[in-house]
């Protein structure tokens, strides 16, 4: 797949919405601010849409995303990508990895995970689930219908080194993590033949030439994991900026997991200057045209100047 032409600038950005629902007011947010720093940058926006969870898809809503956005006057300057048609370039990634010997096939059932960890007393979990061990690691079986791992290591020359990815980031700043030991060897393909996000996202961003990842902070703690595997693949890292998330009433990231009311777009004007605030940009504009110039000028005098 050949780069999408980018325009003066050089620029390409994009908003990858997983079609898990419709649009919400967070993820209007991250939408927003994607689509302001390409405007912004004179740049090329795109829409990619992130149906390879197929059992967390609903039907219709990658449509019902698309006409959401549209109504907000946010147009992708290329028809949207969809990831579940990128099968054959997810693989031919994974070969070049399992080639390289960075991938591993596991056979790891969760149980086994937390016995194999309780049994090596390390307490270190991740989203409530035990950091990888390492038990397939060196077995190296490429036993048909198993997970496919990512070796978390600086180099293969030094496999028990840490992976210490320093990172920058345009809002948060100079950013840090250990994914050795705060990550451990991760997911690429599961069990089930889905392939995971990483590396979807990987092999996305650098086929659609993205030169800029502006998305919602939440995304933040996955980049180490997407830098580390441009660097292996020998892709170009983009610049991020990770944006401020809207939280719920109870303090909890709004999301489509739990139940954020669907983006009500009948005054898309209202939506947008809302958004606009959780991005720390106050409108006061009464049309839709306006308010989307006047946040392009307000975001460059904040992030550009
Ligand atoms: N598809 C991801 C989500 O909806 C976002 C991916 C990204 O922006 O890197 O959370």
Not at 55 to 81: E, N, T, Y
Request: aromatic share 6%; net charge positive; with cysteine.
């Amino acid at each position: 797949m050949s780069s999408l032409a980018s325009g003066h600038s050089g620029y390409v950005g994009r908003f990858a919405p997983s079609p898990t629902g419709p649009l919400h007011e967070g993820s209007l947010v991250a939408a927003l601010a994607s689509w302001l720093d390409a405007r912004a940058h004179g740049g090329t926006w795109l829409v990619r849409i992130e149906d390879v969870d197929t059992p967390r898809c609903r039907p219709g809503a990658a449509a019902k995303i698309l006409s959401q956005l549209a109504a907000c006057g946010l147009h992708p300057d290329a028809p949207a990508l969809y990831q579940s048609s990128r099968g054959p370039a997810y693989q031919t990634a994974l070969d070049t990895l399992l080639a390289r010997g960075w991938a591993f096939a596991c056979s790891c059932t969760r149980r086994q995970i937390e016995l194999a960890g309780a049994a090596a007393g390390t307490q270190r979990t991740r989203h409530a689930e035990r950091i990888y061990p390492g038990t397939c690691r060196d077995a190296r079986r490429a036993t048909p219908g198993c997970a496919i791992r990512m070796i978390a290591a600086p180099s293969l020359r030094r496999p028990l080194e840490v992976l210490d990815v320093r990172w920058y980031d345009r809002r948060l700043g100079e950013q840090r993590q250990d994914v050795t030991h705060e990550v451990g060897d991760f997911i690429l393909r599961r069990a089930d033949g889905l392939w995971a996000y990483q590396l979807a996202v990987v092999v996305d961003d650098a086929a659609q030439g993205v030169t800029h990842i502006v998305r919602g902070a939440d995304l933040a703690d996955n980049t180490p994991r997407q830098i580390h595997l441009q660097q292996v693949l020998g892709l170009a890292t983009p610049r991020y900026l990770h944006a401020p998330l809207r939280l719920g009433a109870d303090g909890e990231k709004l999301s489509k997991r739990n139940e954020a009311r669907a983006l009500d777009v009948s005054d898309p004007t209202l939506a947008l200057r809302n958004a606009a605030a959780q991005l720390g940009l106050t409108l006061a504009t009464a049309n839709l045209a306006d308010t989307l110039a006047q946040a392009v000028a307000r975001w460059r005098a904040q992030w550009m100047a």
